[in-house]
């Protein structure tokens, strides 16, 4: 819509050029008034043409009343996504956007947020792109509302820590016997389970269930956010009197958020990137002892040092 607005306003502006070449100055006065009429009655043409283009994509992308009601009842919000962006080309996104992508608006802001996408009738974060990738897994027929964070592939999912370069991000995650890649077959009735990344500004995990493929091949997915999950890189050194590790042990790193997981110590951290290792968030009142042992065990008996809140 944009391109032909564009070329309506270079046509004229080129036979205003000519016109202005060979007619006297009374002749390019009344072709002005002429050219003026003409470019109010095209405008009114494409202000029509505008108001009709939307309504088109509003009818494409609407999410019928049932739908929307059995979405709500589940927690979750139902969104519509066409395939391999066959409406790229026909309707005009901002910066990112498609219809065939789902963006994570709750991670990283506007501009940050990570996507998967529709597309070769899977859904996929694709490659790394500006800091942004996640991985799924498809959990069959299991019921969206049955999915929490005592899911094993929600634990398995919660453990995996983040490098701090985009290049270290595989297309593939294991753990907990479980393997989880950057895309997933699309199966209608099928619910996935997602780690959606948005390298230093944040991440989570989500459920998708694709309810329904329309004639059209466009899907009605329902998400549900389970669980907004702190950054690792984005947390500060807080003590001058911690040093950086010239390289962060990954493996003791999972180890040890990995005990704490096993054990129901949810809302504990383990950042690895001080020295000694650091221990963040909360724990049960009476539990900070156990923690900081389970910790220390898992560590090769090293200290750690505690930043820990019980409530």
Known sequence: MRTLIKITAVIFYFSLCICAQQLSRPQKIEELRRLKTKIEQAQNQIDQMQEQHQKIREALFFINEKDAEEAKRI??????????GILDDLVDYPEGDSASNYFFGEIGGEYNCPAIWFKNGTLDFGDAFANRTGFIANLGG????????????????????PPPDIKNIKSEYESDGLTFKNKAVVTVGNTYLIRAISLGKG?????????RKDSDGSIIIFVKTIKILESKNTREIVSTNEKPSLEIDYETVQNVQNAMLQKG??????????VP??????????????????????????????????K
């Open 277 to 310: 290792m650091t221990l963040r968030g909360t724990v049960p009142k009476g539990k900070l002892s156990q923690v900081i042992q389970l910790a220390q065990e898992n560590n090769g008996g090293k200290p750690v040092r505690n930043e820990l809140t019980e």
């Open 265 to 274: 110590f949810d809302d504990v951290t383990v950042d690895g990137s001080t």
């Open 75 to 84: 927690g979750a919000q139902a969104h519509r996504l066409f395939p391999d």
């Open 203 to 211: 991440d989570g995990i989500f459920a998708i269930k694709v309810h």
């Open 142 to 161: 299991t019921l969206l509302e049955t999915i929490s964070e005592k899911n094993p592939e929600f634990l398995a999912l919660a453990k995996y820590q």
